[in-house]
């Protein structure tokens, strides 16, 4: 309390209409980070050395998953649609693991893992069509091919915290009663 009170007062009122979204704001640098290292490590680059301490830690975690249960990517940042169901997005990765099962895996940096986490997935699971290859520049156009989606055997949720990442396996025998929540 005393600190905002010493401050000019366009300064105080920045100060607190901004905390109630500093964990979110760090969450979504954290988010930004563990993208950006994605992709440095599958184009075999080092991590961007612009990372704040926490958004490094963020990056290390996500490399040793990706050594550990990434056996071969088969695509990132892969959008998936369904025009029977009226929806797109994008899932993180897509990729099979060592058993060489077919994996979603989304990334999340938020405070705690959610339910509506797994409902996310079960949609990129359940769509039906899929946009592969690579965007063109700024994002604003696609050099990718349409192609009919086949729905993953695994979804993982890996949440991704600057002191470890814990993967979240979304339970099959849920995979229908998550897709009638999301419906």
């Known amino acids: 309390r005393g600190a905002w009170e010493q401050l000019p007062r366009p300064d105080a009122v920045k ?32 991590i961007a050395d612009t990372l704040s301490g926490e958004e490094l830690d963020c990056a290390i975690q996500v490399e ?3 050594r550990q249960c990434v056996k071969s990517v088969l695509g990132v940042e892969v959008t998936v649609f369904s025009p029977e169901h009226g929806y797109a997005g994008t899932l993180d990765l897509w990729h099979q693991n060592e058993s060489k099962a077919i994996c979603i895996t989304d ?7 959610y339910p509506e986490f797994a409902v996310q997935q079960i949609a990129y699971r359940n769509a039906e069509w899929a946009v592969i290859g690579d965007h063109g520049p700024e994002q604003k156009s696609w050099k990718g091919k349409l192609v009919k989606w086949t729905p993953a055997g695994v979804l993982h949720i890996v949440h ?11 339970d099959s025998d849920q995979y229908d009663r998550l897709w009638e929540v999301f419906l």
């Open 15 to 46: 100060l607190l209409t901004s905390s109630p979204f500093a964990e979110r704001d760090r969450a979504g640098d954290r988010g930004t980070a563990i993208h950006a290292a994605v992709q440095a490590y599958l184009s075999d680059k080092p």
């Open 64 to 66: 040793a998953y990706l």
């Open 107 to 113: 990334w999340k940096s938020a405070k705690s893992v």
């Open 160 to 170: 991704v915290r600057p002191d470890g990442a814990t993967v979240h396996a979304v």
